[in-house]
């Protein structure tokens, strides 16, 4: 989950270092800190918070040397210390290593190295393999030996970058399981864990692969695959969109994201129509069929089965990525995993997808980041198109999957009319138009300890994704689910003046909904309608743009995503980056 950036340059790399680290905090953020070498001497500095906040970030740009690594954290192994934050360097500090991931048998290896005679700083998994590091450099007196031996005795999911305190003029990396990317630059090279990283700077990129070891110099990469043979591999060219990832006008990522859906929803429409089909033919083919993912992503897999069963008459099993596992019974030779996910590097999707392959499942990704280790080891992936997505809330990259996974039923459907999507934009344009209302909802309940979400049939996901994110943004608790199950419980909950969110389209459920709106009502709660239809049994209503029902999801996202953010602006949380949670999760 953690953030890392590496570079080795012509010039001094502390400034473009710290642009770099603040363009993968959305990976984690509750601590940073940088190394780099200059005249001979290994300098680290580090601090906790947000780079923004952190009083030795200012220190850092001024760092000189013309090799240097930088990392955000998100604490998994040890607190949130400055002793913890990484660069976690050697004994004699003749070694320093940024690591994202788990080292899963850190304990054993770290007790070996104590009774070697290591002194450990830090509570982490990360500090053993500076420790590891500096032993087979010893021996080996070479900084790409030495890494190849250290990371064979590694287990677990790691993506490091090393650097030598008596070689600056080289810096080497290793992953497995956790993403590590080359980015190849005139005078400079960079080894980061996201494109976004550096991007500014180049846009030609090398994907490492699984077990594979690289050694950077300002001119030249060496990578060395699990054979121990040289791997030849040609940078690939990234969007150079991906370069505009600024805020514009807005206050805020999360805000401007959600601002971008008349336009990402579009984007997202434009498939090869040969990839679609195959994806359609897959799964009509198919002897069983999962839909995974984390998250938000999971709601969106849930839309897809939805209309999957009732529609096409087709099974999907959508099953939490973590839990994958559990269901390999039903995973052979013929089945077919669909997975969804914005980053592509979420460890619990890349986990389910890499078991259903080894039973003999053909996996089928739709995906925002393109590159991703999903998009890698999918048989057939389909883009979002929705551009980087910095929020750690997913906002667009949900209304893109929907769009998508809307795509791929249509053509299990057979249907060859293409959507007048158009239409949809300008909806959901319409749609965010209900932000000054949100806004006032946001002043009268953002003291309520708890908020509830309900919708039924195709629309429960949705409720299901109002809670998320408001949870996520706003520290609410909140609880999503479909309004037949409210009096299996969740009635016991309301109180005068509760409020309840009530996802409410026109079409087949409505009536029995609004029954369902008449109990909560009756019972004290605050009914707030998100509805084409008024009712009086709304105590507050926020019109949507009646739209197909296969896209009623998208325009019902668009007031819960804008509740969410208002209420975190108003309670002064940092939308962008909520506590303890970060975008991108590549640990289990
Ligand atoms: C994290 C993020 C969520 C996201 C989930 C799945 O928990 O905070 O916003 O929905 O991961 O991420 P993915 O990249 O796989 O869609």
Same mark, same amino acid.
């Given at each position: 989950?953690?953030?890392?950036?590496?570079?080795?340059?012509?010039?001094?790399?502390?400034?473009?270092?710290?642009?770099?680290?603040?363009?993968?905090?959305?990976?984690?953020?509750?601590?940073?800190?940088?190394?780099?070498?200059?005249?001979?001497?290994?300098?680290?500095?580090?601090?906790?918070?947000?780079?923004?906040?952190?009083?030795?970030?200012?220190?850092?740009?001024?760092?000189?040397?013309?090799?240097?690594?930088?990392?955000?954290?998100?604490?998994?192994?040890?607190?949130?210390?400055?002793?913890?934050?990484?660069?976690?360097?050697?004994?004699?500090?003749?070694?320093?290593?940024?690591?994202?991931?788990?080292?899963?048998?850190?304990?054993?290896?770290?007790?070996?190295?104590? +009774?070697?005679?290591?002194?450990?700083? *830090?509570?982490?998994?990360?500090?053993?393999?500076?420790?590891?590091?500096?032993?087979?450099?010893?021996?080996?007196?070479?900084?790409?030996?030495?890494?190849?031996?250290?990371?064979? /005795?590694?287990?677990?999911?790691?993506?490091?970058?090393?650097?030598?305190?008596?070689?600056?003029?080289?810096?080497?990396?290793?992953?497995?399981?956790?993403?590590?990317?080359?980015?190849?630059?005139?005078?400079?090279?960079?080894?980061?864990?996201?494109?976004?990283?550096?991007?500014?700077?180049?846009?030609?990129?090398?994907?490492?692969?699984?077990?594979?070891?690289?050694?950077?110099?300002?001119?030249?990469?060496?990578?060395?695959?699990?054979?121990?043979?040289?791997?030849?591999?040609?940078?690939?060219?990234?969007?150079?969109?991906?370069?505009?990832?600024?805020?514009?006008?807005?206050?805020?990522?999360?805000?401007?994201?959600?601002?971008?859906?008349?336009?990402?929803?579009?984007?997202? *429409?434009?498939?090869?129509?040969?990839?679609?089909?195959?994806?359609?033919?897959?799964?009509?083919?198919?002897?069983?069929?999962?839909?995974?993912?984390?998250?938000?992503?999971?709601?969106?897999?849930?839309?897809?089965?939805?209309?999957?069963?009732?529609?096409?008459?087709?099974?999907?099993?959508?099953?939490?990525?973590?839990?994958?596992?559990?269901?390999?019974?039903?995973?052979?030779?013929?089945?077919?995993?669909?997975?969804?996910?914005?980053?592509?590097?979420?460890?619990?999707?890349?986990?389910?997808?890499?078991?259903?392959?080894?039973?003999?499942?053909? +996996?089928?990704?739709?995906?925002?980041?393109?590159?991703?280790?999903?998009?890698?080891?999918?048989?057939?992936?389909?883009?979002?198109?929705?551009?980087?997505?910095?929020?750690? +809330?997913?906002?667009?990259?949900?209304?893109?999957?929907?769009?998508?996974?809307?795509?791929?039923?249509?053509?299990?459907?057979?249907?060859?009319?293409?959507?007048?999507?158009?239409?949809?934009?300008?909806?959901?344009?319409?749609?965010?138009?209900?932000?000054?209302?949100?806004?006032?909802?946001?002043?009268?309940?953002?003291?309520?300890?708890?908020?509830?979400?309900?919708?039924?049939?195709?629309?429960?996901?949705?409720?299901?994704?109002?809670?998320?994110?408001?949870?996520?943004?706003?520290?609410?608790?909140?609880?999503?689910?479909?309004?037949?199950?409210?009096?299996?419980?969740?009635?016991?909950?309301?109180?005068?003046?509760?409020?309840?969110?009530?996802?409410?389209?026109?079409?087949?459920?409505?009536?029995?909904?609004?029954?369902?709106?008449?109990?909560?009502?009756?019972?004290?709660?605050?009914?707030?309608?998100?509805?084409?239809?008024?009712?009086?049994?709304?105590?507050?209503?926020?019109?949507?743009?009646?739209?197909?029902? /296969?896209?009623?999801?998208?325009?019902?996202?668009?007031?819960?995503?804008?509740?969410?953010?208002?209420?975190?602006?108003?309670?002064?949380?940092?939308?962008?980056?909520?506590?303890?949670?970060?975008?991108?999760?590549?640990?289990?």
């Amino acid at each position: 989950m953690c953030g890392i950036i590496g570079c080795v340059a012509e010039e001094p790399v502390a400034a473009l270092l710290l642009d770099g680290l603040v363009r993968v905090e959305y990976r984690g953020y509750d601590s940073a800190g940088m190394a780099t070498i200059s005249r001979g001497k290994l300098g680290v500095k580090k601090g906790v918070g947000r780079v923004k906040d952190i009083e030795e970030a200012r220190k850092m740009s001024a760092m000189s040397g013309t090799v240097g690594m930088a990392h955000t954290r998100w604490a998994t192994h040890g607190g949130v210390t400055n002793a913890n934050a990484h660069p976690h360097a050697s004994c004699k500090e003749q070694v320093a290593v940024i690591h994202n991931g788990i080292i899963e048998n850190y304990i054993p290896l770290k007790k070996a190295l104590i +009774a070697k005679g290591h002194r450990f700083k *830090s509570e982490t998994d990360t500090e053993v393999i500076s420790h590891i590091v500096e032993d087979e450099y010893k021996r080996t007196k070479n900084p790409l030996r030495a890494t190849q031996a250290a990371v064979k /005795k590694l287990k677990g999911q790691y993506a490091i970058v090393v650097m030598f305190q008596d070689r600056p003029d080289v810096m080497t990396g290793a992953r497995k399981d956790a993403p590590l990317i080359v980015g190849v630059g005139k005078g400079k090279m960079f080894l980061a864990s996201d494109v976004l990283a550096f991007i500014g700077h180049t846009d030609r990129t090398i994907f490492l692969d699984n077990y594979e070891v690289v050694q950077i110099t300002k001119e030249e990469v060496k990578i060395i695959g699990p054979d121990g043979r040289e791997v030849r591999r040609d940078p690939n060219q990234v969007a150079w969109e991906l370069s505009d990832v600024t805020k514009s006008d807005y206050a805020h990522y999360t805000l401007k994201e959600i601002n971008e859906q008349p336009k990402t929803i579009v984007a997202a *429409s434009v498939q090869d129509p040969y990839k679609v089909a195959e994806f359609a033919r897959a799964i009509k083919r198919a002897k069983s069929l999962f839909i995974t993912a984390s998250g938000t992503s999971y709601h969106a897999g849930l839309l897809m089965k939805f209309r999957l069963s009732k529609e096409a008459r087709i099974r999907a099993d959508v099953v939490v990525a973590g839990e994958l596992k559990e269901h390999t019974e039903f995973l052979g030779k013929g089945s077919v995993v669909v997975a969804l996910s914005q980053s592509g590097e979420t460890a619990d999707v890349m986990e389910a997808v890499r078991e259903a392959k080894k039973h003999g499942a053909k +996996a089928y990704s739709i995906v925002n980041a393109a590159g991703s280790s999903l998009a890698r080891e999918s048989d057939v992936t389909l883009l979002l198109n929705c551009g980087p997505e910095v929020g750690v +809330a997913a906002t667009k990259s949900f209304t893109a999957q929907v769009v998508v996974a809307n795509l791929v039923v249509d053509a299990v459907l057979g249907k060859k009319k293409p959507d007048r999507l158009e239409e949809l934009s300008e909806a959901v344009a319409d749609a965010l138009k209900c932000d000054g209302q949100v806004q006032e909802l946001v002043r009268e309940y953002r003291d309520r300890p708890d908020f509830y979400f309900v919708a039924r049939g195709y629309e429960s996901p949705v409720a299901m994704e109002g809670a998320l994110k408001l949870k996520e943004l706003s520290y609410i608790h909140a609880e999503g689910m479909p309004a037949s199950e409210l009096k299996h419980g969740t009635l016991a909950l309301i109180e005068k003046g509760t409020p309840v969110v009530f996802i409410n389209p026109s079409g087949p459920n409505h009536a029995e909904s609004l029954s369902n709106a008449e109990e909560l009502s009756a019972r004290g709660a605050d009914v707030i309608g998100i509805s084409d239809v008024r009712d009086q049994v709304y105590k507050h209503y926020i019109q949507i743009p009646k739209v197909s029902p /296969k896209s009623t999801p998208i325009v019902e996202a668009i007031p819960l995503q804008l509740l969410a953010y208002r209420m975190s602006v108003a309670k002064r949380n940092d939308p962008d980056y909520p506590r303890n949670l970060a975008k991108s999760v590549t640990v289990k």
